[in-house]
């Protein structure tokens, strides 16, 4: 009998250490609270990757293809991780693809915090990086991550038993020597010390075992990807200029044409030209293109380019517009011809410090916060150019002899000498864009903003060598229509006139209809460009950006059939 008591008290002892050497308890917890992940969706996308896919998502996985084309380029994905679970977790992400010195990734929550507490909500954002250059022994392992998944890890434990052993092994191992003692001291006949030490044992199990406190997720790799990279609105943009309507392709053909003459004021040159911009590349429509129509937020809107960071700039191109307004309707001092102008005009810094806004710049945040507002997740921020430096040779002055001119001037004027461009050149003070962006003066309250003057010429909209007045057959542009006059965000000069008093002039875009559109000067109060023309009604067409993760379900770019942004109201 006294020996039949001795094996179950061995047992018993030994139960604890028998538990933990099963690996399959381990490994089979099945899951028991409700995690998972909700929603999922690419955010951000570095210039040049060459295939992405949104994110596919099954309970604890997100499945993706992603293929980089050099170092140090990147793509952001937003998930919403919930926990219905009356619980507090510790949830983290993992990868399945090789964590190598080429492929890096992180991931933040919007609180900075792991733990997911019961009944709640996180926003996770991961970024995954080709860090370094792909040895070309080593292929395989970087450029291209095809049909991998991250799965949510719970309560910082690797489904491993060996990882739970060396994190737990403390624990582990003084309960294992706790009862090694008590069998031991059963073995001698040492009865009453060793229920003692089992007792403590029985105290250390509550400590040790938890290491169970863990969720199985189960990888499930039949996750079907919804490859998106021809579905991006940049890429589809420049796939439709190449011959085989592919993007690679189109980025060749597009760069391999070079720019066009741009004192030929009579050419047709039409569809995309590549140029330097802030961010890299950009890729701007030129001439009479009919297949650069979006439709977005309820209204009909053309391309301008496409940004060197694969932003898409939309000029406003609705038939109807409510917004008619000076650029300032104040004329009396250089500094107004600034979007926005410091207090006083002593000095060129103090005229045009970021401090007040332009009254077009009141009108034009009225219209974004009434019409745009709810749409902001879909728009980007990027540079809006109101270049404020002087043309070369010129000195600031609040009373020029005759006009103090711009650089915008310089770049677009009357003479055969044309250059425009798609830098700004004193971007931290000219280069808006709102507090969040990186780059800039982030002196905008919204990212909205207009046309410039170098955009307008690179469109193919001509100067007034090139209008009516002269008889001849001007090159035709897709800024061409009916809406009228319309201000751009370029200066053209400050001039005092013959009668003593000065004024600010801006570029404009005049139009009145295909067979007549210039670019020249208007007067910033009033819109006119000269008292024939006293009663031309300036309105304001506004520019904005789309993110380059914005994807197009729809169309094929004409005005009849525009590419549809769907926006969630």
Known sequence: MRNRIKILLS??????????????????????????????????????????????????????????????????????????????????????????????????????????????????IITITYSKEVPTNKLHDGKFIEDNLMYLNVNDNLINPKTILQKYSINIMLLIITELIAFYLLKTKNIKNSLKIFMFGLLLI???????????LTIDSNVEID?????????????????????????????????????????????????????GTS???????????????????????????NSVRLI??????????????????????????????????????????STIKKAIDNWYVANLSKYSSYISDEVFCNDRTLASGEVFSTSPQDSMKFATYARNNYSDNQKPQLTCPNISRDGFT????????????YPIGLITADEANLANVRNYYCSGDYNQTCGSSYLSNS????????????????????????????TGGSDETDLDWMWGDTGADNPEKSNIRTSIRPS?????????TDGSGTKEDPYIILAND
């Open 283 to 309: 890729y701007y429509y030129r001439g009479d293109v009919k297949n650069n129509w979006v439709s977005f937020a309820g209204f009909l809107w053309q391309v301008i380019r496409v940004n060197g960071d």
């Open 227 to 279: 490859t998106i990279s021809d579905k991006l609105l940049y890429r589809k943009l420049i796939s439709n200029e190449a011959s085989n309507k592919t993007y690679k392709t189109g980025i060749s053909e597009i760069t391999t044409k070079g720019n066009p003459n741009f004192d030929d004021y009579w050419t047709n040159d039409k569809g995309m030209y590549a140029m330097a911009d802030d961010y």
């Open 544 to 552: 904005i950006n789309l993110k380059n993760t914005i994807q197009t």
């Open 11 to 124: 047992i018993i002892f030994l139960l604890p250490i028998m538990v933990f050497a099963d690996d399959k308890i381990v490994q089979n917890v099945n899951p028991k609270e409700n995690i998972y992940i909700a929603s999922s969706e690419l955010i951000e996308i570095t210039p040049g990757v060459e295939e992405v896919s949104q994110p596919t998502i099954k309970d604890w996985n997100i499945k993706f293809n992603i293929k980089f084309s050099k170092v140090n380029q990147s793509i952001k994905y937003k998930l919403i991780v919930k926990n219905t679970s009356k619980k507090d977790y510790n949830v983290t992400i993992e990868p399945t693809f090789n964590k190598s010195n080429y492929i890096t990734y992180n991931y933040k929550y919007s609180d900075k915090s792991n733990i997911l507490k019961a009944n709640t909500e996180k926003e996770m």
């Open 206 to 216: 509550p400590i040790a075992t938890k290491a169970f406190d863990i969720i199985r």
């Open 316 to 357: 406003y191109s609705d038939n109807e517009i409510s917004i008619y307004s000076p650029f300032n309707s104040n004329n009396d001092s250089p500094k107004y011809i600034g979007y926005m102008f410091g207090d006083t005009d002593a000095t060129e810094d103090e005229a045009f410090i970021n401090k007040n806004d």
């Open 483 to 510: 809406i009228g006059a319309t201000f751009t965000m370029s200066p053209f000069s400050y001039t005092t006139t013959w009668y003593g008093s000065s004024e600010i002039n801006m570029f404009g875009i005049l």
């Open 434 to 445: 709102t507090k969040n962006a990186s780059i800039g003066n982030k002196a905008l309250t």
